[in-house]
């Protein structure tokens, strides 16, 4: 570990490295990937992007609202939002949508982005947990033009992107870690990309609480603790 052991953690998160060269590509994201850098050719001018918690949906909407000039929102922010004006951005990329599934306002402003953007030939990005088909949507109008959009999904992490992602996780945090502790991670850990999020800050979180470096001693210690459990201790 690096940093200095009078250091206590204090649960402030972390900003997270979002550029393009901090998305690692492997097999398990390249379709998604590719989908999102060509972006000027979506059918229709728009994109649903899917996949779980922690797959990285929100890290390649920034990606894509670097490269086309997007403006980027909440979509449980779009009843409240100036949608003339979000629209008028040209390229809006609008994050978890299913937050909104079930609520008319918020499916109604969506509904009427989609609209907007449509007719200004803009693009838009929108991600979600699932494919449209299978969110919650009740405002019919809204549900079909979802439906008939192109859709991709990061898929679960593979071994590559895992290892890379836990280098960067630590990275992002000021700790160095051995290859050999990676590996260890990585042959005992939940396969997926929150749960590589969780462990990296728990390891984090004990190590600063107790003056220890993130060893295999320590590893072994938090993959034995519950997450509910591991807290700071």
């Known amino acids: 570990m690096t940093r200095r052991p009078e250091q206590i953690p204090l649960g402030l998160p972390l900003p997270a490295a979002m550029g393009r060269a ?51 929102c909440a ?23 299913a937050a909104i599934a079930g609520d008319p306002a918020g499916e109604r402003a969506l509904f009427h982005l989609h609209n907007m953007v449509a007719a200004a030939q803009g693009r838009l990005l929108m991600t979600a947990p699932a494919p449209p088909a299978r969110l919650a949507l009740r405002l019919p109008d809204l549900a079909s033009r979802l439906q008939a959009s192109a859709t991709v999904a990061l898929e679960p992490p593979d071994d590559a992107l895992l290892q890379a992602v836990l280098v960067k996780l630590f990275a992002d945090r000021q700790l160095e870690v051995s290859p050999p502790l990676i590996a260890y991670l990585l042959a005992r850990m939940e396969r997926s990309l929150a749960a590589a999020q969780d462990l990296v800050a728990r390891l984090d979180a004990r190590a600063l609480a107790g003056h220890r470096r993130v060893s295999r001693a320590l590893a072994a210690e938090v993959l034995a603790t519950p997450p509910s459990a591991g807290g700071a201790a």
């Open 75 to 97: 979509a449980a922010d779009l009843a409240r939002a100036d949608l003339p004006a979000l629209a008028a951005e040209g390229h809006v990329a609008v994050e978890d949508i």
């Open 22 to 72: 901090d998305f690692f590509v492997t097999p398990a994201n390249a379709r998604a990937v590719a989908m999102v850098e060509g972006w000027a050719d979506w059918p229709q001018g728009k994109l649903v992007l899917s996949g779980p918690q922690g797959a990285g949906k929100t890290h390649l909407a920034r990606v894509w609202a670097a490269l086309a000039g997007a403006r980027v």
